[in-house]
């Protein structure tokens, strides 16, 4: 099998070459372009290194992902996250290869109180939720086999994350007022890439995804669990303090979904795969981030 890998250097992308590298018996070969080799700013020249790379699996795991600079840098987010994704589809329904694209909970409004189906209708509220919906329709549009996974609230033990800010700052002594209104699925990427490996197979089920690690959590039961995990193994001051405020205490670009759950339990049959709870992800990466 020859994979082609977009954005190996993420925190996803990472946790997968890990495991790809990990099968060698499947993998034929394994392309992992960097961002200054292929900027998917260039649909032009994507497209043709992607012909050039004839591949049987295109992971699509880059992205623009700075969700607050993606509202005053609009043009940059849609052509990583819209126009991109949609390029890559093209040439793999072109060539039969099979294709799985990474997308976000951020498409919804998370106004509601239920966690979200697969089938419920998409409603951003930022620039980022927005360019990543124009990926997941060009996407479909382009290569309907296409497998189009949206997960939440990513963490791991690298790479830019709310876990490792949290692990920075109560490590340098620094106690934290944290969020307690906004409610998602923290994620580790290790499930992610255990998700997709499953997807890559030519047999697998195409189509819109839920994958995120089990049970709910607001931004500070996750400052919490980081803090108890530094706690349990001496890494943090007594004094050190994680604290619940409201949203509002902190202005910020993008707005943000309230409720932000996906309904996985769908796509938990047709993987036939359990993910962790979210504490034991969170657990996980404060570990590896503490070098334990
Ligand atoms: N992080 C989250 O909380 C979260 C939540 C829901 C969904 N997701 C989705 O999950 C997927 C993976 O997220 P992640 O957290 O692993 O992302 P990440 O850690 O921010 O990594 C993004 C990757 O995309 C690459 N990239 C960014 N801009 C690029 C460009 N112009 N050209 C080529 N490559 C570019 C980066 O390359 P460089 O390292 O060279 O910059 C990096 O490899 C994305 O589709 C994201 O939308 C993430």
Not at 59 to 64: D, S
Not at 237 to 247: H, L, M, N, Q, R
Not at 259 to 267: C, E, F, I, R, Y
Request: glycine share 8%; charged share 15%.
């Amino acid at each position: 099998m020859r994979v082609l890998l977009f954005g190996a250097t993420g925190q996803v992308g990472t946790a997968l070459n890990t495991r790809l590298r990990g099968a060698v018996d499947q993998i034929v070969e394994l392309v992992t372009p960097s961002s200054a080799e292929v900027p998917l700013t260039d649909a032009a020249a994507l497209e043709h290194y992607i012909e050039a790379q004839a591949p049987q699996v295109i992971v699509n795991a880059a992205a623009y992902t700075r969700v607050d600079d993606a509202e005053r840098e609009p043009d940059v987010a849609f052509a990583v996250n819209g126009v991109a994704p949609g390029v890559m589809a093209r040439v793999a329904q072109r060539h039969g290869a099979r294709m799985v694209h990474l997308s976000t909970d951020y498409v919804f409004d998370g106004t509601g109180s239920l966690p979200y189906g697969t089938e419920a209708t998409p409603s951003p509220v930022n620039v980022y939720g927005a360019s990543k919906l124009a990926g997941e329709e060009a996407v479909q549009r382009a290569c309907p086999t296409a497998a189009v996974v949206r997960t939440a609230w990513v963490h791991s033990g690298g790479g830019v994350n709310f876990v490792a800010t949290a692990v920075r700052l109560l490590g340098a002594g620094t106690s934290m007022r944290v969020v307690d209104d906004q409610v998602g699925a923290p994620t580790h990427a290790d499930t992610l890439a255990e998700s997709i490996m499953r997807l890559m197979h030519p047999a697998a089920a195409g189509g819109v995804l839920h994958v995120t690690d089990a049970g709910v959590a607001s931004w500070y039961d996750v400052a919490c669990c980081v803090l108890d995990t530094m706690r349990a193994h001496g890494r943090v001051a007594d004094e050190v303090t994680v604290t619940p405020v409201a949203s509002g205490a902190f202005p910020r670009p993008a707005r943000r979904p309230v409720v932000s759950l996906l309904d996985t339990h769908a796509t938990r049959q047709r993987l036939g795969f359990t993910p962790p709870h979210w504490r034991d992800g969170v657990m996980a990466s404060t570990r590896q981030l503490l070098g334990l």
